[in-house]
């Protein structure tokens, strides 16, 4: 019979414990009853017994909680009930929410959302906040589910919060919409705002509603075509091109020389997503051969080990490179 463990969760200081407990403590005593723990729970501390696995299970478990009230007001029973779902369905050796342990410094990399603190919760997404700290152009290329587009639109959103810039501008190649837009109901923004819905998305957790409404009448923010750079210099902006892998070697050029003074970039994408015709070279691609050697240019690599969307993208981006292994050997 394994031997019982005692281990202590100390919550964020700037997460209300009352939140993450529940109202008397009903999320603390399903994840008791699911997971096979006794749970003590006093003030930001919460004594976790239980047999190892489930120990850890349910540290990470609380880890991801709080990460989620980092964006969310309340955590819904749903919620809940899918991680406690997932956290006991995936085996011991990769729980389904595990974070890794902070590295030296990592806590120094924190932005303010709308809900609370963003900050990188993998090695990667460390290395992605280094390098928009030390360069004014930043690639960041990782499959999907890494925080590519999530983090660079925080950061952007914290420097023009700070000051730092005057304008944030966040661009998408709509290679997808190709020629059915014409088939589409309303205006040319009605038709392309759907393609654009994900850095939307990113901005409605950075910013209150009422904020990010003035901030789009204004034009102090602009969610935008990547066909509508082409003419433009922007200056004191930090300007966001997501989905690069679907720019041509032409757009990429393109969006790269609209920088102006104090500006800054951001360039994300996955390589293996590519929905441009095969005629067309992809834009990111040639990026990386072209301008990985010059200063001030920096690009950053996340991998599977840094994806935080759902526990299980891990594994279906795995079962897919597998799948994608096998096929090129038929």
């Known amino acids: 019979m394994t031997s019982l463990i005692e281990n202590t969760y100390n919550v ?18 399903l994840i008791e009853e699911k997971l096979r723990v006794r749970l003590i729970a ?27 009230l980092e964006s969310k007001k309340q955590i819904e029973p749903k919620d809940l009930e899918t991680a406690i ?14 974070t890794p342990a902070p590295q030296e410094g990592q806590t120094d990399y924190m932005v303010e959302s709308a809900d609370g603190f963003i900050r990188p919760r993998s090695q990667g997404q460390v ?12 690639f960041a290329i990782g499959p999907a589910g890494t925080g590519k587009t999530y983090l660079s639109v925080a950061i952007a959103v914290s420097m023009l919060r700070n000051g730092m810039v005057k304008k944030v501008v966040l661009a998408r190649p709509a290679v997808e919409a190709g020629e059915s837009l014409g088939f589409l109901p309303g205006d040319y923004k009605e038709k392309i705002d759907p393609y654009l ?19 789009l009448e204004q034009q102090v923010i602009e969610v935008i075509p990547l066909a509508y750079m082409r003419g433009r ?50 834009g990111l691609i040639s990026s990386i051969r072209i301008l990985e050697n010059i200063s001030g240019i920096a690009f950053v690599y996340l991998t599977r080990d840094d994806v935080v ?8 981006i795995d079962a897919y490179d597998r799948f994608g292994g096998k096929k090129g050997k038929e």
Request: proline share 3%; glycine share 4%.
């Open 12 to 29: 964020d200081n700037h997460i209300d414990p009352l939140k993450l407990y529940g109202s008397d403590d009903r999320n603390l005593k």
């Open 85 to 98: 779902r997932i956290s006991r369905a995936l085996p011991a050796r990769e729980q389904a929410f595990e």
């Open 197 to 215: 819905k994900p850095l939307y998305d990113a901005l409605e957790v950075m910013l209150t509603r009422e904020l990010l409404k003035k901030y």
């Open 127 to 138: 290395e992605l906040f280094k390098a928009f700290m030390n360069n004014d152009i930043i």
């Open 309 to 316: 969307r759902h526990a299980l993208v891990r594994e279906i």
């Open 233 to 282: 210099t922007l200056n004191n902006a930090f300007v966001i091109l997501d989905e690069a892998q679907n720019t041509t070697f032409i757009q990429m050029k393109m969006f790269l020389t609209r920088l102006g003074k104090n500006s800054r970039a951001a360039v994300t994408g996955d390589i293996t997503q590519i929905d441009l015709p095969v005629t067309n070279k992809s």
């Open 42 to 68: 006093r003030g930001h501390e919460i004594k976790i017994i239980g047999e190892p696995s489930e120990v850890h299970a349910v540290t990470a478990l609380l880890d991801e909680l709080a990460h989620l």
